[in-house]
């Protein structure tokens, strides 16, 4: 995708492989805000905390006027780094899960072959786990923050099927 190169060349960024997840639930459950989320993974890629304002008008009338991408980021980073923190042994977000849950959650977010389906109490227990997230860091309500978590989850599963 354009705006992870430099020069041509493909460019490895700390935040790359949360970028790319962001923008396949995007692209999958919310297609209205693929502008707006290359605005805020631009943003964040400059060391930016993405901002919950819209960064250009919405596209569409119907398009609501707060954007689901800065949360969304947010939301998969907390993942990304209870996930890191899990398999380091420290607790947090990813606590519930046991080891090879949070290797496959790793190995999905990072797109290597393999990964493997989660069970559905692996599924559950990272669902409620970007719920969770979205309400307390990004203010989500609960039906808001459950359509996002759903959509991670349906991007993990697609992920883990290889269509994606």
Known sequence: MGLWRRGGQRTKGEHDEVV???REVIACAYPSELVVFDDVACELRRGRVPS???TRPPAEPDAPADSISPA????LQALAAAVGAGSSGASGPAGSLA???RRRIATLLNRHPGAGA???SEEASVHETLVE???TRHALDRDNAEQLGTAVIGALRLR???RL
Request: charged fraction near 25%; charge should be negative.
């Open 133 to 135: 997230a979205a309400m």
């Open 52 to 54: 919950a304002r819209r």
């Open 20 to 22: 790319i997840l962001g």
């Open 99 to 101: 080891e090879p849950g």
């Open 72 to 75: 969304l980021i947010g939301v």
């Open 118 to 120: 989660l069970d559905p």
């Open 160 to 162: 883990a099927d290889g």
